[in-house]
């Protein structure tokens, strides 16, 4: 894939593109269309993560393996683990 430099003031537009953009040149002509990457953020706040770490150190017993998880995983999707 070809990349382009944006340069600064085109990144900080597309940086605040909250879907598809078309992208045009001086004349209004479309060049090509951007479409941004955006990461779901977790339901989860620092704090909820780092107490649910702690709570797995203490008490490691409660935990799973990640076979255990892929076989639950595998049974709710109705594959044979």
Known sequence: ??????????AKQLQG????VQVVD???TVIGLYTPIKFPHSP?????IE???????KHP???RTLTEI??????????QP
């Open 17 to 20: 593109a909250e879907g598809p």
């Open 1 to 10: 894939m070809t990349q382009i430099l944006a340069d600064a003031e085109m």
């Open 51 to 57: 107490r649910r770490r702690e709570e797995t150190r």
């Open 26 to 28: 001086d004349k209004g």
């Open 70 to 79: 892929m076989a639950t995983l595998k049974r709710l999707a109705g594959e």
């Open 44 to 48: 989860y706040s620092r704090e909820e």
């Open 61 to 63: 017993e409660n935990g």
